[in-house]
């Protein structure tokens, strides 16, 4: 069964520091792109960070600096470090993963920031 995993959201105060984690099976990790995405409440959902398989990343303008993609083919996991975040960075966190026509989701995390 292909499918992936997100764990690690929770409630963080604002400053503070979270690291999603997604943990694929059933398919060939390595080949594929790997993305997190998120979506707050009323709004789209949006590309925050993706890194393709020779490991090369790419952030939201909103994100850079404070994010960190990163993903260990060994672990078939793929990694979001989030740093001095924002209330603003409240939402659910998806992952994906993608190769050629072929995309899957992952059920979504929730990350809460808030004093």
């Known amino acids: 069964q292909v499918q992936l995993v997100e764990s690690g959201g929770g409630l963080v105060q604002p400053g503070g520091s979270l690291r999603l984690s997604c943990s694929a099976s059933?398919?060939?990790?390595?080949?594929?792109?790997m993305s997190w995405y998120r979506q707050a409440p009323g709004k789209q959902r949006e590309l925050v960070a993706v890194?393709?398989?020779?490991?090369?990343?790419n952030y939201a303008d909103s994100v850079k600096g404070r994010f960190t993609i990163s993903r260990d083919n060994a672990k078939n996991t793929v990694y979001l470090q989030m740093s001095s975040l924002l209330p603003d960075d409240t939402a659910v966190y998806y992952c994906r993963g993608s190769k050629l026509q072929f995309e899957i989701w992952g059920q979504g995390t929730q990350v809460t920031v808030s004093s």
């Open positions: 059933g398919l060939i990790f390595s080949m594929y792109i």
């Open positions: 890194i393709t398989p020779g490991g090369s990343t």
